[in-house]
T-cell receptor, first 116, second 116 residues
């Protein structure tokens, strides 16, 4: 039981490059989300999904795309990286299938992304 | 809209002192959940506690205790007899109780440093 797995752990991109941050979970959680963590700003929600095939925008969605084709995976795509997207990214999941939303979130180990 | 405020950006105390981390929240929901997470220097996010809005009982777990007061919209966290291992960033978070508003809103965090 791996929990929430994020890859890669570290990444350096050049401005304008694209990439996908991967998030996979094996806990059969319905809810998955992506946050970015910047100094002094806490964790801010980028996108989230309440189940396969359903996604929605969070607080800071610009510059990011997501899709949810399976329960297990929730990739985050940067279409054209910008220095402002330098951050630590966390994937979080919660709510096993069939349960109500009163569960805590489980986080991946984070991806440290630098855009130069 | 939901909002969580952690007014203390950084706190330093000498080992064995008690310390309280403040959390104030805003929500229009009548049912909601409050959380505390710990982020040690290694960077992962560790779940500490979940509290339902209809349960105002204080909770104690070892050296940790939580004081939930609905009247002041506060959910404060106290560490008794602090230890160096308690040094971390602590986040307070809030989520709704329905499938449509279960996303977590985080405060900006309090960096706690325990001085040996």
């Amino acid at each position: 039981n791996a929990g929430v797995t994020q890859t890669p752990k570290f990444q350096v991109l050049k401005t304008g490059q694209s990439m996908t941050l991967q998030c996979a979970q094996d806990m059969n959680h319905e809810y998955m989300s992506w946050y970015r963590q910047d100094p002094g700003m806490g964790l801010r929600l980028i996108h989230y999904s309440v189940g396969a095939g359903i996604t929605d925008q969070g607080e800071v969605p610009n510059g990011y795309n997501v899709s949810r084709s399976t329960t297990e995976d929730f990739p985050l795509r940067l279409l054209s990286a910008a220095p402002s997207q330098t951050s630590v990214y966390f994937c979080a999941t919660k709510r096993p299938k069939g349960q109500t939303p009163n569960t805590e979130a489980f986080f991946g180990q984070g991806t440290r992304l630098t855009v130069v | 809209a939901q909002k969580v405020t952690q007014a203390q950006t950084e706190i330093s105390v000498v080992e064995k002192e008690d310390v309280t981390l403040d959390c104030v929240y805003e929500t229009r929901d009548t049912t909601y959940y409050l959380f505390w997470y710990k982020q040690p220097p290694s960077g992962e996010l560790v779940f500490l506690i979940r509290r339902n809005s209809f349960d105002e009982q204080n909770e104690i777990s070892g050296r940790y205790s939580w004081n939930f007061q609905k009247s002041t919209s506060s959910f404060n966290f106290t560490i008794t007899a602090s230890q160096v291992v308690d040094s971390a960033v602590y986040f307070c978070a809030l989520s709704g109780a329905n499938f449509g508003n279960e996303k977590l809103t985080f405060g900006t965090g309090t960096r706690l440093t325990i001085i040996p």
